[in-house]
Structure formats: structure tokens, C-alpha cells
């Protein structure tokens, strides 16, 4: 069996603790919530790392500059 990657372990537990807590309530729009719940921590650490350069963020990322602009907008991260 194949060793899961320690990022993928945090997401496989969190996500089985987000369904506990739901006590068997089905979930709506969770690809865009979970989406919304990672993206944003993701960027500000991005962020933190190439200092608040967008250009080399970007880079890190594999995104276009204005992808990035627009995603830091909508988290309120600019």
C-alpha cells in the first residue's frame, strides 16, 4: 500500500470531520465551499512565501498574474 502524502492526509481527515459534524445532513455546492475553505489559506501562505510579489507567486503557482489578482481579490488578500 502506498504511503499517502501528508497534505492528502489533513485533507481525507478534515473532510471526514466535516461530514461527522454534519450528523448525516447532505452537503450543497461542496466542491465550491471546499474550494473556497482551501484556496484562501493556500494563496495567504503563497503569499507570505514570495513576500507579497504577485509576479513570483504567480510563477510558484502556474497561474496567469491576473488569474492570481482576481482570486487574492475575492479572498479580500490585496
Known sequence: ???KDPLAVCVTQSMQQY???LKGLQ???LHSFFIAEVEKPFLEVVMDRVE???TRAAEMLGIN???LRKKLKTYGLS
Open 27 to 29: 452537503p450543497k455546492n
Open 65 to 67: 498574474r491576473n488569474t
Open 1 to 3: 500500500m502506498k504511503k
Open 52 to 54: 507579497g510579489n504577485q
Open 19 to 21: 461530514f461527522d459534524d
